[in-house]
């Protein structure tokens, strides 16, 4: 069962950047972030297929994150540039198990988080 747990959140200013980054002890088929607001539900920022190499982007960051990842290292890593105040929410870093796609639902390996707050 892989275990994660991300780092490199923090508060900066609209316009800022930030890079998270998530250490894993396995891969797996299905990685990805999420991320989820007070008050609001969880939802995907980034997911990376692993078969296919496809990577998935909710529009709301298209442009302004990119995910990717070292394999030597066991880390994957989250790109936050033009960050807004609506970006402000905890991130977390998941992984899973999926036959031909990523489903939510498939990711049963979560890292506690990490936090990012962005100031207008």
């Known amino acids: 069962q892989a275990q994660l747990v991300e780092s490199g959140g923090g508060s900066v200013q609209a316009g800022g950047s930030l890079r998270l980054s998530c250490e894993y002890t396995?891969?797996?088929?299905?990685m990805g972030w999420f991320r989820q607001a007070p008050g609001a539900e969880r939802e995907r920022v980034a997911i990376?297929?692993?078969?296919?190499?496809?990577?998935y982007y909710a529009d709301s960051v298209k442009g302004r994150f990119t995910t990717s990842q070292e394999k030597d290292k066991n880390t994957l890593y989250l790109q936050l540039n033009s960050l807004q105040p609506e970006d402000t929410a905890m991130y977390y870093c998941?992984?899973?198990?999926?036959?031909?796609?990523?489903?939510?639902?498939?990711?049963?390996?979560w890292g506690p988080g990490t936090q990012v707050t962005v100031s207008s």
């Open positions: 998941a992984a899973g198990v999926g036959r031909t796609s990523c489903p939510t639902t498939v990711f049963k390996n």
């Open positions: 396995s891969e797996t088929n299905c």
């Open positions: 990376l297929y692993g078969d296919s190499g496809y990577i």
